[in-house]
């Protein structure tokens, strides 16, 4: 069974700190995502990747970096969390063949920034 | 740019009625389509997705959506709703620009099947 695994489920963070969240897939899928949920927002794109080491800016990269170090590891890292992150962070992938694949969530990471 | 709309944001129906869950899209291409169901607390679940030929597409869980071209909609339907479908619903449009690899999501519909 495909499985993309997301490492916390539920974070409480203070403002300032540093925060990572860590995505595996189990696919071998090129393209690896993460998203951001807000309640009416629906899903909006922080970043993706479509290879190792190669990332692309989403519609809201700022406040947020990512790495791509392993082909199965997509990271998302809060450089210096604030309130206004607090979310539901949810990772995806998909292959990159073929294109009209569909993609494949995580279980979600619901942050809260204090 | 391509772009997503569910027109409501709540959907309540009773259970054993059918039930439709509209969307609208808006691409410069061909239009890929999937809708996705999100339970409480979860990540999403792919239900179904049109590519091309029938317009009549069938999916997990006895959904099903029809595409409308001139109408520029991919509505989910389904003949008889059960309480259990009750969970959060999210229409997407691959984006074929950007690599081909982005896809864009509308805002979500909340179903609610009341017993």
Same mark, same amino acid.
């Given at each position: 069974?495909? +499985?993309?695994?997301?490492?916390?489920?539920? #974070?409480?963070?203070?403002?300032?700190?540093?925060?990572? %969240?860590?995505?595996?897939?189990?696919?071998?899928?090129?393209?690896?995502?993460?998203?951001?949920?807000?309640? &009416?927002? &629906?899903?909006?794109?922080?970043?993706?990747?479509?290879?190792?080491?190669? +990332?692309?800016?989403?519609?809201?990269?700022?406040?947020?970096?990512?790495?791509?170090?392993?082909?199965?590891?997509?990271?998302?890292? %809060?450089?210096?969390?604030?309130?206004?992150?607090?979310?539901?962070? #949810?990772?995806?992938?998909?292959?990159?063949?073929?294109?009209?694949?569909? #993609?494949?969530?995580?279980?979600?990471?619901? %942050?809260?920034?204090? | 740019? @391509?772009?997503?709309?569910?027109?409501?944001?709540?959907?309540?129906?009773?259970?054993?009625?059918?039930?439709?869950?509209?969307?609208?899209?808006?691409?410069?291409?061909?239009?890929?389509?999937?809708?996705?169901? @999100?339970?409480?607390?979860?990540?999403? @679940?792919?239900?179904?997705?049109?590519?091309?030929?029938?317009?009549?597409?069938?999916?997990?869980?006895?959904?099903?959506?029809?595409?409308?071209?001139?109408?520029?909609?991919?509505?989910?339907?389904?003949?008889?709703?059960?309480?259990?479908?009750?969970?959060?619903?999210?229409?997407?449009?691959?984006?074929?620009?950007?690599?081909? @690899?982005?896809?864009?999501?509308?805002?979500?519909?909340?179903?609610?099947?009341?017993?």
């Amino acid at each position: 069974d495909v +499985k993309v695994t997301q490492s916390s489920r539920y #974070l409480v963070k203070r403002t300032g700190e540093k925060v990572f %969240l860590e995505c595996v897939q189990d696919m071998d899928h090129e393209n690896m995502f993460w998203y951001r949920q807000d309640p &009416g927002l &629906g899903l909006r794109l922080i970043y993706f990747s479509y290879d190792v080491k190669m +990332k692309e800016k989403g519609d809201i990269p700022e406040g947020y970096s990512v790495s791509r170090e392993k082909k199965e590891r997509f990271s998302l890292i %809060l450089e210096s969390a604030s309130t206004n992150q607090t979310s539901m962070y #949810l990772c995806a992938s998909s292959p990159k063949s073929p294109v009209t694949g569909e #993609l494949f969530f995580g279980e979600g990471s619901r %942050l809260t920034v204090l | 740019a @391509q772009s997503v709309a569910q027109p409501e944001d709540q959907v309540n129906v009773a259970e054993g009625n059918p039930l439709t869950v509209k969307c609208t899209y808006s691409v410069s291409g061909n239009p890929y389509l999937f809708w996705y169901v @999100q339970y409480p607390n979860r990540g999403l @679940q792919f239900l179904l997705k049109y590519i091309t030929g029938d317009n009549l597409v069938k999916g997990s869980y006895g959904f099903e959506a029809e595409f409308n071209k001139s109408q520029t909609s991919f509505h989910l339907k389904k003949p008889s709703a059960l309480v259990s479908d009750s969970a959060l619903y999210f229409c997407a449009v691959r984006d074929m620009l950007n690599y081909g @690899q982005n896809f864009v999501f509308g805002p979500g519909t909340r179903l609610s099947v009341l017993p």
